[in-house]
């Protein structure tokens, strides 16, 4: 198995050592750090100017001991899948920028790629609880049991909605992820920001959510999308409520059309441009009356 750091990952990684925030690591290294650091400015050509700093921070990245920290924690966690080749590491801003992606071609085999902040350097417990995380990540993408796809537009959602869903699919996920792996510690923070994204149940239903998803030992990919994508259940109403969302704009919204007032040209343009949408789910006045003034716009047009 070959492991990749992109520079970026590696540079942010070695100023977290050298600026005193990982305990343990001696000052005096860190002036050396930083001295052979300032030389490379010296170097004119903007290439091979570069070219040195990469070096610089390569060979400090292994001086204090990062890269055989990343090594020992992948030798203790059972890699996820037959036919790893490569397993490759990029810099993460945030924390919602954490994950892992898997990538499969036929010239390049299975690569993994793990984005990671480089603050999870700041002491080996970080590192060691970020990287099993994405193992478990990629343990479930790869598990036919679990049915992992990254699609959500077979869903009917509009862009608002999925980036909505993504965060509760995301948050129900790790969540089975924590349990699985016997986190507590974690688990009481991943309660409250569950009880914050589903404030709109009853308490007594997301203390048995959250126990639920936390002692599921094998999760379904199509279970945690459907609670992430429609958390009220309202696809299975017979009618839309007040206060529910709107299927076409995303909206929550009290105020529904009757659309047994909305003519066939109008309802031909509604199934034109959300072709997951049926009358049965309702929609707003408000994306009723943007189409019923697109069909006179286009009337009153010459022809």
């Known amino acids: 198995m070959q492991l990749s750091c992109d520079d970026d990952f590696v540079e942010a990684a070695v100023f977290t050592v050298s600026n005193g925030k990982r305990a343990g690591a001696p000052r005096l290294l860190a002036r050396r750090f930083h001295v052979e650091r300032e030389q490379c400015c010296s170097i004119l050509d903007a290439d091979d100017r570069q070219a040195a700093f990469v070096r610089v921070h390569f060979d400090w990245f292994r001086e204090w001991g990062l890269e055989e920290l990343l090594l020992g924690v992948i030798n203790e966690l059972p890699l996820p899948g037959p036919g790893l080749t490569t397993l490759a590491f990029r810099k993460a801003r945030m924390r919602k920028e954490e994950g892992a992606e898997?990538?499969?071609?036929?010239?390049?085999?299975?690569?993994?790629?793990?984005?990671?902040?480089?603050?999870?350097?700041?002491?080996?417990?970080?590192?060691?609880d970020s990287l099993r995380i994405e193992f478990m990540?990629?343990?479930?993408?790869?598990?036919?049991?679990?049915?992992?796809?990254?699609?959500?537009?077979?869903?009917?959602?509009?862009?608002s909605h999925q980036r909505i869903a993504r965060?509760?699919?995301?948050?129900?996920?790790?969540?089975?992820?924590?349990?699985?792996?016997?986190?507590?510690?974690?688990?009481?923070?991943?309660?409250?920001?569950?009880?914050?994204?589903?404030?709109?149940?009853?308490?007594?239903r997301r203390n048995e959510g959250f126990t639920k998803l936390s002692t599921n030992k094998f999760p379904k990919h199509d279970e945690l999308l459907a609670l992430a994508a429609d958390p009220r259940d309202l696809s299975h109403r017979d009618k839309p409520l007040p206060g529910g969302r709107c299927p076409l704009c995303?909206?929550?919204?009290f105020d529904w059309?009757?659309?047994?007032?909305?003519?066939?040209?109008?309802?031909?343009?509604?199934?034109?441009?959300?072709?997951?949408?049926?009358p049965s789910q309702g929609a707003c006045n408000r994306c009723i009356e943007v189409y019923a003034i697109a069909r006179r716009y286009a009337e009153a047009l010459p022809q």
């Not at 898997?102 to 060691?128: C, K, P, Q, T």
Request: hydrophobic residues 40%; aromatic residues 10%; charged residues 30%.
């Open 167 to 204: 965060e509760r699919y995301r948050l129900l996920w790790d969540i089975t992820i924590n349990g699985r792996l016997g986190r507590g510690s974690e688990g009481e923070r991943q309660r409250a920001v569950f009880n914050e994204a589903f404030a709109f149940w009853p308490a007594e």
């Open 257 to 278: 059309a009757d659309l047994a007032l909305l003519d066939d040209i109008s309802r031909a343009s509604v199934q034109r441009e959300s072709p997951a949408w049926s």
């Open 102 to 128: 898997l990538y499969v071609s036929a010239e390049n085999g299975r690569i993994r790629v793990v984005a990671m902040r480089a603050e999870r350097f700041e002491s080996d417990e970080a590192v060691r």
């Open 250 to 253: 995303g909206f929550s919204t």
């Open 137 to 159: 990540h990629l343990s479930d993408m790869i598990d036919p049991n679990f049915g992992y796809t990254p699609d959500l537009r077979a869903h009917g959602m509009n862009p």
